[in-house]
Each structure stands twice: as C-alpha cells, then as structure tokens.
C-alpha cells in the first residue's frame, strides 16, 4: 500500500501517519522526493480497510500496489531514483555513465594501464574482477584482496569510482574499504540471505539479472536489498540464456525501457556479458544507449589475447575509444549526455 501524504503536512502528522501503519503492523518506508512525501507500507492484508488510513490528518491518497514488488515499483516512488558518489557524479540522471575496465584484474601493470586508457577516453568507472565466479573451478579465481588493492589504487591514480563483485556475504567487508558499488553477479541473483546482507551495507548494489530471470523475479531480488534498508540499487540487463548459439547470451535491450516503466531505479547495460563478442558489443553498446541505459559497462584489455578470462569479449582500447565516440552522438541525439 502506499500512502501519498499532503504536500503541505506537517512532521508531526507524518509521524502520526507512520506510527497508525505500524500499529496496523506494516512495515513502513519513507520516500521523500521534491514536492512529495510518500510512504510504503509494507505487509500482507488482503483485507485491510484503506479508508482507515484515509481519513488521518496529512493523508492525500491511498493506493494499493498490486505488483509483489513494492518498494522497487513505480507506483512507490514516480520520480527516477539517482545514486549519488562523493565525488559529485551520479547515475541515473541526465548524464550516462560508462564503467570500464577487465574481467578481471591479473597483475600491477594490468591494471593500471587499463584504467588510464579508459579514464582518457572518457570513462567514470573502473570494473574488474578480483574474486571470480568461474565454470570451472581449475579456471583463474581472480587475485581476491590483492586485486581489489591494485584496483582501488589504480582508480584512484586517474580519478575513477570502482565497481567490482562480491560472491558472498563474508566479502562484503571487503567491498566496504576498497569498492564504491558491489556488484552482485547473475549466479546470486536470487540468494537471498546474501540480498539481504546486502540491504544493511551502505554501498550502492548492482544487481546483475538472472541467466533466466524474468523481469517480475529480478526486481523481486532488488525487493530483498532495498527492504532491508539499501536504497542504492542498480540493476543490470547482461543477456539472457535463450535457444540461441551463435553469442554466448541474447542481449535483452527490450528490458531496458520495460525496467523503467515499472521501476523507478537505474538500469545498467552490459554488452560484454550480453553478447560475448567483441565486435558485437559496440553495437549493442549503442542500441541500449539508444534504449535509455543509465549506464554502460563493458570488458577492455590491453592484450586480450592473452586475457586470463573472457578476453574474447574485451575490447582493444583503441575500440573502446571508438565506442565513446559513438554512444555520445547518440547520447546527444536523445537529450542525453555521457558523464
């Protein structure tokens, strides 16, 4: 249920409002936006009389929300949700950004020399794996905490925030000292438990779309994380498992714009992941541009041949530049610009 309070209520009678749902025993959540203040409350009761809600001091409408996802829903919050990051950038505003970097990060050198190229040619964000979910468990694990140091100290050499995963809940800790978001990779789409660990950090959570989640299942995972008090969530449509062989997944751009009529959070486009190869991601890149993408991450490597993982998928930074290009005319072509 969601309950739109009067614009020109006072806090007392807001509180008076919050108190009576919980009374009632619902769960509330309060968002405030610039000339309104909604409130969610959260619980099961098919039955619940509204107009006892209704008629309290302050209380503008009230409204059932019949999605099972409720604080991630449009009927929640109209306006789009904006992460903000200290140093003044922000997703899913006007302004696109482009988070780049390797699969994962294998040495000093690696690192660093990616991160300056992206960084020159436009980038905000640095991706890379230090802890790596990989197939097969004789594949290369990723560097763990030694990584995520030699990505933290390259990020901040040329000016980047980090995004990097976390596979579960006893590495949160480490993504807190070194990561400005946690990204949460398909595979944990839907472990819960870890969802809701998530929900007590105060870290923006990427939240990558299930192999074979529909949209309904993925913004019920962001549920989890946002009920349990994380309201900087992000999600990221990285192809789908589907019938088809000739890409590693089938890229769902149709999610993008769908996303954005039932949820108020951002959405991030992956065109490495959604596609798998590398002179396909750039026109990807630029149909979810197109699409309305809050952002767009993708795998860059210096020498991707030799790439420890996913290197097929990696573009050459001469490529990367060459998609900064493109995706910002059409960037500009629909009112938008990249950070």
């Given at each position: 249920?969601?309950v ?6 006072s ?8 108190k ?11 968002s ?19 107009r ?15 999605e ?10 109209q ?12 997703i899913?505003g006007?302004?696109i950004v ?7 990060v ?8 990616i ?9 905000k ?10 197939t ?14 030699l ?8 000016g980047?925030?980090?995004v ?5 809940s ?13 990204q ?20 923006p ?5 299930g ?5 309904e ?11 349990s008090?994380?309201k ?19 890229m769902?751009i ?8 039932k ?8 065109p ?16 979810a541009?197109a ?7 993708v795998?860059v490597h210096?020498d991707p041949d ?7 998928q ?11 290009k493109?995706i ?12």
């Amino acid at each position: 249920m969601v309950v739109v309070v009067e614009q020109n209520a006072s806090e007392k009678d807001i509180e008076g409002i919050i108190k009576t749902l919980q009374d009632f025993g619902f769960d509330v959540h309060r968002s405030t936006g610039v000339n309104q203040t909604v409130l969610g409350a959260i619980g099961v009761k098919p039955d619940f009389d509204t107009r006892q809600v209704e008629v309290l001091p302050g209380v503008a409408r009230v409204y059932r929300i019949t999605e099972p996802y409720k604080l991630a829903s449009r009927t929640f919050k109209q306006e789009k949700t904006v992460i903000k990051f200290k140093n003044g950038l922000e997703i899913g505003g006007k302004a696109i950004v482009v988070m780049a970097g390797p699969c994962s990060v294998e040495n000093e050198n690696q690192i660093f020399t990616i991160a300056k190229h992206v960084a020159e040619s436009g980038a905000k964000i640095l991706r890379g794996g230090a802890f790596k979910p990989r197939t097969s468990p004789y594949a290369f694990q990723g560097l763990g905490e030694e990584g995520l140091k030699l990505m933290r100290r390259a990020a901040d050499e040329f000016g980047l925030l980090v995004v990097t995963e976390a596979m579960d809940s006893t590495q949160i800790g480490l993504m807190e000292q070194y990561a400005d978001i946690i990204q949460i990779g398909a595979r944990n789409m839907q472990n819960y438990n870890f969802l809701k660990e998530l929900g007590k950090s105060k870290k923006p959570v990427m939240l990558k779309r299930g192999l074979s989640a529909t949209f309904e299942e993925w913004l019920m995972s962001a549920e989890y994380i946002l009920s349990s008090g994380n309201k900087q969530v992000l999600l990221c449509e990285r192809g789908i498992r589907t019938f088809e062989t000739a890409t590693r997944n089938t890229m769902d751009i149709s999610a993008i714009p769908v996303i954005h009529s039932k949820s108020h959070l951002p959405i991030v486009a992956d065109p490495s992941h959604g596609i798998g190869i590398r002179d396909k991601v750039i026109p990807m890149a630029r149909a979810a541009v197109a699409a309305g993408a809050d952002a767009i991450i993708v795998e860059v490597h210096h020498d991707p041949d030799r790439a420890k993982s996913d290197g097929a998928q990696s573009l050459f930074p001469e490529q990367f530049t060459e998609m900064m290009k493109q995706i910002s005319v059409i960037a500009e072509a629909i009112g938008r610009t990249i950070a």
